[in-house]
């Protein structure tokens, strides 16, 4: 904007209420003060306000006499500067007269700028101020308060702090809570202005902050908060703590004085930007910092997950067995030179769980980082309820998982090096068999209630876990299902004597009481269109139909009467559809499908079930344990044959020709079989069920979108998000990666249920401030194990229902509690977690997230906050003393501000 378009009395007013910032920087039109002014202040407003001087509470007389205008006249402007947000007004106890004030540009007029919804609307540069100010203007003088003299502040947890015998009042949100008779909860002003920036981090803004005494008269007056009860805040309190949202007061007041209490996200909040985007925590810190117990610790990782400055890392507990060389200590803003290349710009992005040296091995490799450290530890107390929702946060289906999952962290338990591993899925079907009794059953609370409608396609893993915790929301959640089942494979692709059918409908029906909502027997697309739901209001799509179909050889005689796709198979018994197989049967494949299917095979009336596969022994990518029970069941396994054709005789199959496979995988793993034609085999078959791989199959689901479809028919989208290039539809589970593992998928259903909610609530983006749970294990050969020092006792087996061998129902038995309590003793509990105390903020959110009483706040500060008019003093003199630990031009810098701010503070 050039000079001559200024207006002077905007520029005037904004740079009293910059404060020092205001003194120390030029105000053009592309500064956040002016344009957050220039569109809702008349000069008119700016004369009565510019009358009224900066943080004076002002009687209706003394502005009356100072503007020199009539009193209606002057009442009106007052009325508009207190309806736009620039004068803050309340009434007086002592006399019974209102008090009109101005405030500084923030914490204060900025935020009751925002909440008044309907301007923000119609002027959404008040929002891009918010956060361009609050960024621009902290950035020269974050490294330069002193310790919690920032202008907001962290106020910790109160249970947190409640027996610490050297708290005092100011630093208990209950001494708030009893000082004022007046309180109102408004949106959140930090996540309103990210809302209209579009970027947004998923934590909604609506009724979360709340306001006390004058700022509650003011926010009810003027429409910006709805008045509460004492027990309303409270319960708002308590909501912020149990969603990760920590507490900040504005600190511009004498000591026990403010007007609010902001409930908090980190990656949102503009103030938290001290801690998380400036490195410079010191600013806002409480006296408290985090302390963990080691021996308490079991490295669940909720704590890390909830840290609002990333404080927390998940390590480990075991000693090296090699020398640790001392790491050079991190430069920090207490005694090095600041700047920009010293920030964390990308805080919103780059969160990190994991400490360098990794953590442990047994959360890592599961795909839905479970806790399992946890679980297991919450078990071995008998804590099954509390084990039970633990799991659940990341995998609402354990019972499921407890009788199919591959237990790939059993196979990177650390217990391994010393004998055998953990047996972690036994323990959690013990947890997880609660659910079987509806009296038991764990069903979560909601978080909020939101109603968007979310059509999930497909009610196998990926689309029943995306429905869970969608629900969670209390979206309006319908799954839609082709078949007459829901579970996908689970339903029918698992047989019965692996997952018994009413565990898996126990688990479900927690997502009928959440009120996800069933509609089998529908294929989309054929039934009825993405568009037709569209029309019908569904904002959001799942498509996770997973991969139904069968592969085939591409070999003579497939298409014999007696050849079918193992799939079909597994599906035509689920459904107890009496499958056409009789004889000899032949199962082609080598996975855990082909598996399934040759076991399923035996129980049918057959005379006999070989099983011929590409792979070695040693090179089978079915489960050890599989082929086992495999064994057991009368299977024969044929190992290096690969199938040259299908013989027939009138239209049937009598036979398979193999020939030796020599290779299954070059020599970068890359799956190039290699035949020797010459070496062949000829075997009698009157059924062959071929289970070589499965494929995807869109019918006309995708029809008319722009949904692309990549190799193998997966649907391309973002690896994060897992949106399509439609950009209201989601993917996940198998039809994205391919075949995989149950409990991919379940991981898969959550984060689409994330990007879901991201999507639909307006404003927000789909990556910021978003975990993306990237773990590493140490590394199990550099650390010592004392054999001695852990119990001896060995694994625990599971019994055998033996009237249940053959048949299709599971034979395997649940632990009994003394095995649970011997398997949960031989845990090492080998991960732990570490606090880096300087960027540690004392907010205490890490103790309410804690089952196991493993972290505490400490007191390590003295630190008090004083009133706005004192702190540039205090933030000068801060500079001297932190001038004098750095050389060179951070003492300039330093010098510079002290400067500035003395001037400024003793102008007349």
């Not at 500067?81 to 009434?91: I, P, Y």
């Not at 405030?103 to 540069?125: S, Y």
């Not at 490195?279 to 985090?290: C, G, H, K, L």
């Amino acid at each position: 904007m050039a000079k001559s378009e200024l207006r002077p009395k905007i520029v005037k007013l904004a740079k009293m209420v910059g404060g020092v910032a205001g003194a120390m920087n030029k105000i053009d039109g592309d500064q956040p003060e002016y344009y957050a002014l220039d569109g809702v202040v008349t000069d008119e407003m700016a004369d009565v306000a510019l009358v009224m001087g900066l943080r004076k509470p002002r009687t209706f007389e003394y502005i009356l006499k100072k503007c020199k205008r009539t009193p209606e006249d002057t009442q009106r402007i007052l009325d508009e500067l207190t309806q736009v947000g620039v004068a803050k007004v309340w009434t007086d106890r002592s006399d019974g007269k209102p008090r009109y004030f101005v405030n500084i540009f923030a914490p204060g007029m900025l935020e009751m700028m925002v909440n008044n919804r309907e301007q923000l609307a119609a002027h959404p540069e008040i929002g891009r101020a918010f956060e361009e100010y609050t960024r621009r203007r902290l950035a020269p003088m974050a490294a330069m308060f002193p310790e919690g003299m920032a202008m907001m502040r962290i106020i910790p947890v109160e249970d947190a702090v409640k027996d610490d015998p050297g708290v005092q009042p100011w630093e208990k949100l209950s001494y708030y809570l009893d000082k004022y008779d007046t309180f109102s909860v408004s949106d959140c002003s930090c996540r309103q202005s990210r809302k209209v920036m579009g970027d947004g981090c998923g934590h909604l803004d609506k009724d979360i902050c709340i306001q006390m005494g004058t700022g509650a008269e003011y926010y009810i007056k003027t429409g910006r908060g709805r008045q509460i009860s004492r027990e309303e805040a409270e319960e708002i309190l308590k909501f912020a703590e149990d969603n990760g949202l920590m507490h900040e007061m504005p600190a511009t007041e004498e000591l026990g004085e403010s007007a609010a209490i902001c409930n908090c996200c980190s990656c949102s909040c503009f103030s938290m930007r001290l801690a998380t985007y400036f490195e410079t925590p010191d600013a806002i810190r409480s006296n408290y910092t985090a302390v963990v117990e080691p021996l308490d610790c079991v490295a669940c990782g909720q704590c890390v997950e909830n840290c609002p400055t990333n404080a927390l890392k998940l390590g480990h507990s075991l000693c090296a067995t090699k020398p640790v060389v001392p790491k050079k200590p991190a430069a920090t803003a207490r005694d090095h030179a600041w700047s920009e290349k010293n920030w964390n710009v990308d805080y919103r992005t780059n969160r990190e769980d994991v400490a360098p040296e990794g953590t442990a091995p047994c959360k890592t490799a599961c795909p839905a980082h479970i806790a399992v450290q946890g679980y297991i530890k919450l078990a071995a107390q008998g804590r099954y309820m509390e084990a039970l929702e633990l799991i659940k946060k990341e995998n609402p289906f354990p019972a499921v998982c407890g009788r199919i999952c591959p237990h790939g962290c059993e196979d990177e338990c650390t217990r391994g090096n010393i004998d055998e591993p953990i047996a972690i899925d036994e323990i959690k079907k013990f947890i997880a068999d609660q659910e079987l009794d509806t009296e038991k059953r764990f069903v979560p609370k909601k978080r909020y209630h939101l109603g968007n409608k979310i059509a999930i396609i497909g009610g196998g893993p990926a689309g029943l876990a995306c429905a869970y915790y969608l629900a969670l929301d209390d979206y309006a959640v319908t799954v839609f299902e082709r078949e007459e089942k829901l579970g996908g494979m689970l339903a029918m692709g698992i047989p019965a004597f692996r997952l018994e059918k009413d565990v898996l409908d126990a688990e479900i029906d927690v997502l009928r009481q959440l009120g996800v909502q069933f509609k089998t027997g529908v294929n989309v697309g054929e039934d009825i269109t993405l568009d037709d739901l569209r029309a019908q209001g569904y904002e959001a799509f799942y498509l996770a139909i997973g991969a139904q179909g069968g592969r085939q050889l591409g070999i003579d005689g497939e298409d014999a009467q007696g050849v079918m796709t193992g799939v079909d198979f597994l599906r035509q018994v689920a459904l107890g559809q009496k499958p056409e197989i009789s004889g000899k049967v032949v199962v082609i494949g080598g996975g855990n499908v082909a598996i399934d299917v040759a076991r399923t095979a035996t129980r049918e009336s057959v005379d006999s079930v070989q099983l011929f596969c590409l792979e070695s022994p040693e090179e089978m990518p079915a489960l050890d344990e599989e082929i086992h029970e495999a064994k057991a069941d009368a299977v024969a396994f044929n190992n290096g044959w690969g199938p040259k054709s299908i013989l027939t005789e009138d239209g049937a199959v009598v036979g398979v020709e193999f020939m030796r496979c020599i290779q299954v995988f070059d020599a970068e793993g890359h799956f190039v079989p290699q035949y020797d034609a010459a070496d062949t085999l000829v075997v009698d078959a009157d059924t062959v069920l071929v289970s070589v791989g499965q494929s995807i199959e869109w019918g006309s689901l995708l029809a008319g979108s722009t949904v692309e479809t990549g190799r193998g028919n997966t649907v391309q989208a973002d690896d994060f998000t897992y949106q399509t290039a439609q950009p209201d539809v989601f993917v996940g589970g198998d039809c994205y990666t391919g075949p995989q593992f149950a409990i991919n998928a379940i991981a898969a259903g959550k984060e689409g249920a994330i990007s879901i909610h991201r999507f639909v609530q307006p404003g927000q983006n789909l990556v910021y401030g978003r975990d993306r749970r990237e773990y590493h294990a140490f590394d199990k050969d550099g650390v010592a194990i004392e054999i001695g020092s852990f119990d001896s006792t060995p694994r625990q087996r599971p019994g055998v229902a033996e009237e249940n061998r053959g048949t299709f129902k599971d034979d395997r038995l649940t632990f009994t509690e003394e095995q649970l309590k011997a398997e949960t003793e031989r845990c090492l509990g080998c991960g732990a977690v570490q606090v880096d105390d300087y960027m540690c903020v004392g907010c205490g959110m890490c103790t309410t997230k804690c089952a196991f009483d493993a972290i505490h706040l400490v007191r390590t500060g003295d630190s008090k906050p004083d009133v706005y008019e004192k702190l540039p003093m205090k933030i000068a003199a801060n500079a001297v003393v932190r001038g004098s630990k750095i050389a060179g031009k951070s003492v300039e810098t330093g010098a510079k501000f002290a400067e500035a701010a003395v001037k400024h503070f003793t102008r007349k």
